[in-house]
């Protein structure tokens, strides 16, 4: 019997594309939206100033623990830091975004172009994935999503804070702005594949685990979404920010609800 041979599978080259839609439209906005938020988060950070509109503090700022917080009475941190109290914060929940599995395809494809697309080739001849420096630190993940939900915590007393005026319990404009911005941090944190795995995915079994099985189903569903939650979250954080400059610039009033 005579037998065939299938042709070798040719590897497309570098760059070479086989598609004719707009396929690059998708990469250009992760680097639009990645980009401008990186920018911002960093001259925000290194303001000092600005950040605090009472009884509003940026999240960017929070939890501020240096002697140099402007509204701070017991500091953790001595006189000794001059520098942005921001710094030694801003770290750890940049930190968990950017070792995000969802946020490394996002800028993987959009910086990297690593894939850029379905049907694009990489920009790269060579992949070897996360094995080497810096990228060997995506592994860091688990272990930052533990601070930054310290963070989060800290962020919802700001919250029950944004409550009391000097003139006695109230709300205003920053006042839900602050807790939308936390509730949409929560679920961000909450869809996390690490926060899956801890309430539950970890087990081999859910027999006598009824609660782990409920928490690690509302995971699951939230999961689902964790793209849409991040990029919420995202804006809402610039947003609260922004909000919180230009009350305590006096470019804009609060809306005092009650």
Do not use: K
């Amino acid at each position: 019997m005579a037998t065939t041979v299938a042709p070798a599978r040719q590897v497309p080259d570098v760059g070479h594309v086989e598609r004719r839609d707009p396929w690059w439209v998708e990469p250009l906005l992760y680097v639009v939206v990645l980009g401008g938020f990186v920018i911002y988060a960093t001259w925000t950070g290194l303001q000092n100033a600005g950040y605090y509109a009472e009884p509003y503090l940026s999240p960017f700022y929070s939890p501020c623990i240096s002697a140099n917080c402007s509204h701070v009475s017991v500091p953790l941190i001595g006189s000794w830091w001059n520098l942005s109290p921001a710094i030694f914060i801003v770290g750890f929940p940049a930190g968990f975004r950017l070792t995000c599995y969802y946020y490394r395809r996002s800028y993987y494809r959009a910086f990297f172009w690593s894939p850029p697309a379905c049907a694009v080739a990489d920009a790269r001849a060579g992949y070897s994935g996360e094995t080497r420096f810096p990228f060997i630190f995506q592994n860091i993940h688990r272990y930052v999503f533990y601070v930054a939900t310290a963070v989060l915590l800290f962020l919802w007393y700001d919250v029950w804070e944004a409550f009391h005026f000097s003139n006695g319990i109230g709300v205003g404009g920053g006042t839900l702005i602050m807790l939308a911005n936390v509730i949409l941090l929560t679920i961000y944190s909450m869809s996390c594949h690490v926060a899956r795995y801890l309430v539950g995915g970890h087990l081999s079994s859910f027999h006598r685990a009824s609660l782990r099985f409920r928490l690690w189903s509302l995971a699951t569903r939230l999961n689902v979404r964790h793209g849409r939650w991040a990029w919420l979250s995202l804006f809402s954080v610039i947003i609260t920010d922004v909000y919180i400059r230009l009350v305590a610039a006096h470019a804009i009033q609060d809306l005092r609800i009650f």
